[in-house]
């Protein structure tokens, strides 16, 4: 009984212990919830106080640099930070003419080892050709800009925004679009897989209309879009642009307009001395046979139509006016050519045989291979060396580029208007970068206007290994001094490029420079 007592005295112990626990706790609580806010109130205050100090600091910052643009800017990945405007548009300038002298790789089709069977492709032009600018001056003035809105709080965020993440400014930029539109239709002749159009020429009294065959051309519209992405991003640097080709069918042949441009009638050749001027014969033409006919024989034949021609002649011819007609040489030059090689020596003939004695009247244009006609066995030619898909090879009519070059320059020195040239994959030995005109039947012709106030005639002559152009007419009251200055613009291991300049004088002073084409040639 004494052992059950005294364990109730110390229960009732551990229960009063317990209550007065209780009530202790019970006492603090309602000083537990006061500190709580004064905890908060003091972290509150601390934050604030926190970004005050941030908010101080870039402001003394963006008062410090108010004259230059904000850290974590860039420009095509150049950076910009901590520079003033004419210290990034300096940095800027000087990356950017290098990009204007860097080449536009294009290409089309694929490589393969053999080079013959190949439709591979590959060219290039380089930025300023096409007058390709960028607006680093709006681009600059954007990125100084940032931070500087005049509201400190929309300021300090984009200043805090730009150093965390940093910001990539593309520039706008302008390009001639008809300049490289006319770029890429010109590399439709070039393709190894080309789309050959129609033509036809006189050998001797026929007609002889060649068909087309289908190719490809340049899909212009899409090549264009591709290139102006690559010019937005700058990627052009570092991969070449693909070339967007699509099938073509040559033109339908229009036999009508083919009659309307052979059918002449004939007429006498005479001259006026006040005012002087030449009005040369011409022979008439016309179909031996009927339209109708003529249209019967096209759908038929295959690959070439052959239709017989008839020639009505004048009564006074050119010839007899005499050399009194074209009384001044007005320009003359000759190329040099190996007289071991006579097959070539031969082409070189006939195709300035074709050439001699061409009168042109004023505003009338000059076709070399309308003159010339297709180079055939049936018309003489032989085998010698051209240039084909980037070689040189043995084919028909190989080396009447030099007698379309020689004319050319005579051309160029009488002060005509040329219209249609095209240079060689290589640098002929003959003359130099620029001073070159290649022709191509159905595909590449050699064309200038005479733009003279009167009549002029070409002769020429190959002998002795010499071949030499000379171009007659009358002297006008103004007649300058012309010059020619081909100029190589850049040499690669790849590729070599020129441009052609003609320049007129008059008393030793220069009155014009105009330019008359650009070359690139590849390297052998």
Do not use: W
Not at 229 to 235: E, V
């Amino acid at each position: 009984m004494i052992l059950q007592e005294s364990k109730v005295e110390i229960v009732d112990e551990i229960k009063k212990e317990s209550t007065d626990k209780q009530k202790n706790l019970n006492t603090k609580e309602p000083m537990g919830k006061k500190s709580v806010v004064i905890y908060i109130s003091v972290f509150i205050g601390i934050i604030f106080l926190i970004f005050l100090i941030i908010f101080g600091a870039f402001s003394i910052y963006n008062l410090k640099h108010s004259d230059t643009i904000t850290n974590g800017i860039f420009i095509y990945g150049i950076d910009i930070s901590g520079l003033t405007k004419n210290e990034a548009l300096d940095k800027l300038n000087e990356t950017f003419s290098k990009i204007q002298k860097t080449e536009f790789k294009l290409y089309s089709g694929t490589k393969t080892n053999n080079d013959e069977n190949s439709n591979y492709y590959e060219t290039s032009i380089i930025p300023s050709e096409i007058d390709l600018t960028y607006d680093t001056k709006s681009a600059v003035n954007y990125a100084f800009s940032i931070g500087k809105n005049g509201n400190l709080f929309k300021d300090n965020y984009e200043i805090l925004n730009t150093m965390l993440n940093g910001i990539e400014i593309t520039p706008t930029y302008s390009v001639n679009e008809e300049e490289l539109t006319k770029f890429l239709d010109n590399i439709s002749k070039e393709l190894p897989n080309a789309v050959e159009e129609s033509s036809y020429y006189i050998e001797d009294s026929t007609l002889i209309i060649t068909k087309g065959k289908s190719g490809f051309i340049v899909d212009s519209e899409k090549t264009l879009n591709s290139i102006k992405k690559k010019l937005a991003n700058l990627t052009f640097l570092s991969s070449p642009t693909e070339i967007s080709l699509k099938e073509s069918a040559p033109q339908e042949i229009n036999l009508e307009a083919i009659y309307q441009e052979v059918h002449q009638e004939a007429s006498n050749a005479y001259y006026t001395t006040n005012p002087y001027a030449v009005y040369p014969s011409k022979n008439g033409v016309d179909f031996a046979v009927s339209l109708d006919e003529a249209k019967k024989e096209l759908a038929s034949s295959k690959n070439e139509c052959k239709i017989k021609l008839k020639t009505i002649y004048p009564k006074v011819t050119t010839n007899m006016i005499g050399s009194e007609a074209f009384p001044n040489l007005l320009a003359t030059f000759s190329t040099r050519y190996p007289t071991s090689n006579t097959n070539r020596t031969t082409n070189l003939r006939l195709a300035a045989n074709k050439i001699n004695g061409t009168v042109l009247l004023p505003g009338e244009t000059f076709s070399y291979n309308k003159v010339v006609g297709e180079r055939t066995i049936a018309a003489g030619y032989k085998e010698a060396a051209i240039y084909q898909n980037g070689q040189v090879i043995d084919g028909l009519g190989g080396g009447i580029c030099q007698i379309s070059t020689t004319l050319f320059n005579a051309a160029l020195l009488a002060n005509l208007d040329i219209t249609e040239i095209h240079n060689h994959q290589f640098v002929p030995s003959y003359v130099r970068a620029g001073r070159d005109a290649t022709v191509v039947y159905g595909a590449k012709d050699f064309q200038f206007k005479n733009s003279r106030k009167y009549a002029i005639k070409i002769k020429c002559s190959v002998s002795s290994g010499v071949a030499t152009f000379n171009i007659y007419g009358v002297k006008e009251n103004t007649e300058y001094n012309v010059s020619v200055n081909a100029v190589v613009t850049s040499s690669t291991s790849s590729a070599i490029k020129s441009s052609t300049y003609r320049i007129l004088k008059l008393n030793g002073k220069t009155i014009s420079k105009e330019k008359i084409y650009s070359c690139t040639y590849k390297v052998h």
